[in-house]
C-alpha cells in the first residue's frame, strides 16, 4: 500500500496560482503513476492530470491544459500540481492518487484504475 500526503490547498482570488503536494510513502516501489482528481460539492469525482514516474509522461484533463502543470520529483517521491490562472470553477478538494499499472489510452484518467489515495485538500477559488 501507498501512503500519500496532500497539501497546499488554500484560498485565492481568481487569476492567481497555487501549488499542491502529494508526498507517498510505503510501497512506492509498486507505485507506477501519480493522478490528481478533483470532487466539487454535488459532483463526481474527476481526473485532473496524471505523471509517470519513469519516464514523467503527463496526461491532462482539457479543462485545465494549459493552466495546470504536473510534475514530479523522484528522488523526494513527491508529485506537484502547479495551478496558475485559477478560476471559480476550479474550486473542489483535491485528490491525489497511485496506481501500480501502466494503462493504455485514456484509462489513465479513469478513477477506478488507482488503488491508493490521499485525504485530500482544500482548494477554493473566489470571483
Known amino acids: 500500500q501507498v501512503q500519500l500526503v496532500e497539501a497546499g490547498g488554500g484560498w485565492v482570488q481568481a487569476g492567481a496560482s497555487l501549488r499542491l503536494s502529494c508526498a507517498a510513502s510505503?510501497?512506492?516501489?509498486?507505485?507506477?503513476?501519480m493522478g490528481w482528481f478533483r470532487q466539487a460539492p454535488g459532483k463526481e469525482r474527476e481526473f485532473v492530470a496524471a505523471?509517470?514516474?519513469?519516464?514523467?509522461?503527463?496526461w491532462y484533463a482539457d479543462s485545465v491544459k494549459g493552466r495546470f502543470t504536473i510534475s514530479r520529483d523522484n528522488a523526494k517521491k513527491t508529485v506537484y500540481l502547479q495551478m496558475n490562472s485559477l478560476k471559480p470553477e476550479d474550486t473542489a478538494v483535491y485528490y491525489c492518487?497511485?496506481?501500480?499499472?501502466?494503462?493504455?489510452?485514456?484509462?489513465?484518467?479513469?478513477?477506478?484504475?488507482?488503488?491508493?489515495w490521499g485525504q485530500g485538500t482544500q482548494v477554493t477559488v473566489s470571483s
Open positions: 505523471i509517470t514516474w519513469n519516464l514523467g509522461s503527463t
Open positions: 510505503g510501497r512506492t516501489s509498486s507505485s507506477y503513476a
Open positions: 492518487a497511485s496506481t501500480s499499472r501502466f494503462w493504455s489510452g485514456n484509462r489513465q484518467k479513469e478513477a477506478g484504475v488507482y488503488d491508493d
